[in-house]
């Protein structure tokens, strides 16, 4: 199953039966069984009845809002099962120093791990491009594991996220370039995409913890902070490369968008147009249903099946179920 993503401006979805209509001004635009959606999100103007919004809550289906900015508005989800133990064990988890370090440690691991794999994919179809960052973040993947605190920890990661972005710049062509990362707004076409597909990836998590009994916003390596799905944002760290920022690679160098499906929005930011919306969420939902081994089970899982196995494996650490978190890692 897959997620539906609407992004039709005064569109509105409705209920026939068990399929989902898209209609704008009485006209469907779209019609959908309910047994092939996973997930519905709504972008931009776009509404939905309630016996729609009544139908998805029974078949468990979760609804996200996404702003036409890329930013998670909200979630509207079925009653996620409540795994007493796992979340008592997971709040104690976070008060505890020594288990959020070496959570911690894992997940940057993870993450640096796999820029790095991305980054030398990138590297090895442009030989011209300077090689001088992966010595950085192979420093960087090396100090990880032996992070004193969280403070420095959080240092090696922003210094190996600086190297690694500083490859995935030099990748994209001139008309599409990426000088810095800026977030709200976001402040180029580039940043507007990584926006889009970081709130995206923030949405499958959030329901990949729900459905592991977890509570999305109670974090380990990141604060908690009110609103923000701290634990959610601890999972994406090692699915940030290969999931959106790839798609992103994808999509640019292959000319399926270029500057011209982008309009300028509130704040200087800068908003995806219809078209590159519509070829984001299309790349992005492939992305998400290609397999690939899962090194700690042993076999072909989907992307999106890789994020409950992970969450899963997460709850089984903090349980003590296994002595350490195993990220999720690309060759």
Not at 243 to 265: A, C, I, Y
């Amino acid at each position: 199953m897959a997620t539906l993503y609407v992004t039709e401006p005064g569109a509105r979805i409705e209920k026939e039966y068990q399929r989902i209509l898209i209609t704008r001004q009485d006209e469907v635009l779209r019609s959908v069984p309910l047994a092939r959606i996973s997930e519905v999100a709504l972008v931009g103007p776009v509404g939905a009845t309630t016996p729609a919004l009544l139908m998805l809550l029974e078949a468990g289906v979760g609804l996200s809002f996404i702003s036409r900015a890329g930013r998670l508005r909200g979630r509207l989800a079925p009653p996620a099962p409540r795994n007493i133990p796992a979340r008592q064990a997971q709040y104690a988890a976070a008060q505890d120093p020594a288990v959020c370090l070496r959570v911690g440690r894992a997940i940057v691991e993870g993450k640096l791990r796999n820029s790095r794999t991305l980054a030398l994919r990138i590297l090895r179809g442009r030989p011209e491009l300077d090689p001088a960052p992966l010595d950085r973040l192979a420093r960087n993947i090396e100090a990880a594991p032996r992070a004193p605190d969280l403070a420095a920890l959080r240092g090696l990661e922003g210094s190996g996220a600086r190297a690694y972005f500083a490859v995935l710049a030099a990748a994209l062509p001139p008309e599409m370039p990426l000088e810095r990362r800026s977030r709200r707004p976001p402040r180029d076409p580039v940043n507007a995409m990584l926006s889009l597909g970081y709130s995206l990836l923030a949405q499958n998590l959030m329901t990949a913890i729900e459905l592991a009994g977890m509570d999305p916003y109670e974090g380990l390596y990141h604060a908690d902070k009110h609103g923000r799905p701290a634990l959610a944002l601890d999972l994406m760290e090692e699915f940030r490369p290969v999931v959106v920022d790839s798609v992103l690679l994808t999509l640019v160098n292959k000319r399926m968008v270029g500057p011209e499906d982008f309009r300028p929005g509130r704040r200087g930011g800068v908003w995806l147009r219809r078209s590159a919306q519509e070829s984001f969420f299309g790349e992005y939902s492939r992305r998400l249903e290609t397999r690939i081994l899962h090194p700690f089970y042993g076999r072909r899982l989907s992307y999106r099946q890789c994020f409950e196995a992970q969450a899963r494996l997460l709850r089984k650490t903090i349980m003590g179920e296994l002595e350490d978190y195993a990220p999720f890692l690309v060759k």
